[in-house]
């Protein structure tokens, strides 16, 4: 009886060590099926400069001969861009492109190509571009007091900068030192300063404040709408 038992349990072990082995060589195979796949290099050292409704990328290639193309997919991939690799030599290629696109924030993916329909595991780079939305949201530094002194010259003193791509800011004023040929002034004011005169206007003239902001990495500069303000009388 016990003999019939251990053949019984012999034959279970090995139903079980064949299937177990066919298992195996199932995983084994899709393996082996991946390692079929040919695959060109990935770029590499991506990166992404916004602008104003407007991008540019540089990237680089690597030196596999096959590559004869990059390949931009942005909106999951229901638009794209083809950049040719024409290649004067051997080795790491650098590339570059620009695209025109609206206002939005954006994931890219890059893949290379080759004539076979090869191509390389892709890689991603996010960004924002800049447009009439986000200019809405830019404020002018802010004037802490405006004081007109003797000699028809204004004090405006500065709050601090808010925003660190703040770049700088303008104002525009009209200097009326010869009254029957007012001159149009324009003068910079640095992040670091803290007050600015203003030479040569009366009471009641105007003045015009604006900032101009570049976000990190920006290919372009943004102003906010300007503020008037007027030179108040003299105490």
Request: with cysteine; proline share 3%; net charge negative.
């Amino acid at each position: 009886m016990k003999s019939i038992i251990k053949n019984i349990a012999g034959f279970i072990c090995i139903i079980i060590g064949l299937s177990s082995c066919e298992n195996i060589n199932d995983v084994h195979e899709e393996y082996l099926k991946w390692g079929e796949e040919i695959y060109t290099g990935v770029v590499d050292s991506l990166e992404a400069y916004p602008g104003n409704e407007r991008i540019k990328f540089t990237w680089m290639i690597n030196a596999d001969p096959r590559i004869t193309k990059t390949v931009i997919y942005w909106n999951d991939g229901g638009d794209s861009a083809v950049v040719e690799v024409n290649r004067t030599q051997s080795g790491i290629m650098r590339m570059e492109t620009s695209l025109n696109l609206p206002e939005n924030s954006y994931i890219f993916k890059f893949v290379t190509k080759d004539d076979e329909g090869h191509k390389s595991l892709n890689v991603e780079k996010t960004a924002d571009i800049y447009g009439s939305r986000y200019v809405s949201t830019l404020r002018n530094r802010e004037i802490r007091t405006i004081v007109a002194q003797e000699g028809n010259s204004v004090k405006l003193t500065w709050s601090s900068i808010e925003s660190e791509t703040l770049s700088y800011t303008m104002i525009t004023y009209t200097d009326n030192t010869e009254p029957s040929d007012p001159k149009t002034i324009e003068k910079k004011v640095e992040n670091d300063m803290s007050e600015t005169v203003l030479s040569n206007l009366k009471a009641g003239d105007e003045f015009a404040v604006l900032s101009v902001y570049q976000p990190h990495g920006s290919l372009d500069t943004f102003e906010a709408s300007a503020t008037v303000y007027h030179v108040p009388i003299a105490e």
